[in-house]
């Protein structure tokens, strides 16, 4: 009786898996990014691991029940048995290969941007979410931990030739233009942070001490959220940041009407000369 009731269990659990994912019950955000692509692996995911679930179960459910405890029944008693190893490397090696094949396939796209991107740097700090366009030059001046103060939280080279144009947006919003390859260079000013935004299908870490890099398109107009996805201290629930995808005049309008680096600190003396 106990034994028939582990065994109906299991087989209540798996038959309550497949309809959840069947039924979409909990499912992605819609896609608003070129990375349709990771959908596609997470599903390859899915069918591998879900056939080993299904697979493992059905076999403890049947084994639970027809090998259940019985009086004169004794347990049978094996060596070795080269045949099912075999066959059990055979399958788990498949297994690893269907895993580990796509995943490669689209690291490599991941971290290889297209040749028109745009550059953006991300700064995270305890728990803001902080951006930095390059402005007409498409050059990011220099920025240094070391510079940092409250009114220079970017640690920004405000004499920098290169810094001039430089757009900062502290505290954001993220905007960007619909259709472009966007590079996002990511900095933290005190721990790890991860820039994560369901919809694009983007999750990178942020790490203090270096630079890390994502890319993505955006595919479709709107507002959607950043969330630090990396347990930063006790404010990382709040650490929610706004990303807006404009159409290319609306962002290049909004660009525009920031403040840049030689604004908000006034010109420099190698500027003037
Ligand atoms: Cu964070």
Redesign the pocket.
Known sequence: MQALAVALTLVAMIVATIFLTVAKVWWFAPLASNWGSLDTLIVITFAVTGLALVGVNLFIAYSVYYHRAQKDRKALFFVDNPRLEWGLIAVTTVGIVVLLGPGLYYYAQLIRPPQNHMVVEVL?Q??LWSYRYPGKDGVLGPASIKRFTPANQFGLDPQAPASQDDIPVLGGPLALPVGQPVLLRMRSND????FYVPEFRVKWD?VPGMVTEVWFTPTKTGEFQVI??????V??YS?VGKVVVMEPDAFQKWLSERPTVAQIFGPSPKAQR
Request: charged letters at 5%; proline letters at 0%; a negative charge.
């Open positions: 995270t305890q728990w721990v790890i942070h991860s942020v630090c996805a990396e347990l930063c201290g404010g990382h650490m």
